[in-house]
Nanobody, 125 residues
């Protein structure tokens, strides 16, 4: 299984980026997909996830600014990030797991089954 991410970069406050995550070796019909992020010196946190039924979850800190979608035909998930803030600066990791709640509750249920390589998002003030 491989999750390949792209789309990170450097933007100014208020700018936008779109992350992509393309899977090989698994199909998004069978797994929930989402992103975690980790800023320097901070704990990893779940950002967003989308389930096999299309149900979505967002961390409170990104609600209304980030949108997760999936193109099953391309086996690719997308995270559109708008109105970015300096606090959004982190390495973003795509992940896949059987359960959508893992993106919300990984501290209790354990990490997701598969990880991408991570992509840096930097928001300048």
């Amino acid at each position: 299984v491989q999750l390949v991410e792209s789309g990170g970069g450097l933007v100014q406050t208020g700018g936008s980026l779109r992350l992509s995550c393309t899977a090989s070796g698994l199909h998004y019909d069978d797994y929930s997909i989402g992103w975690f992020r980790q800023a320097p010196g901070q704990e990893r946190e779940g950002v967003s996830g989308i389930g096999t039924d299309g149900l979505t979850w967002y961390a409170d800190s990104v609600k209304g600014r980030f949108t997760i979608t999936m193109n099953a035909a391309k086996n690719t998930a997308y995270l559109a990030m708008n109105n970015l803030k300096p606090d959004d600066t982190a390495v973003y990791y795509c992940a896949a797991d059987e359960h959508l709640f893992t993106f919300r509750d990984s501290d209790y249920v354990g990490p997701p089954d598969y990880w991408g390589q991570g992509t840096q998002v930097t928001v300048s003030s």
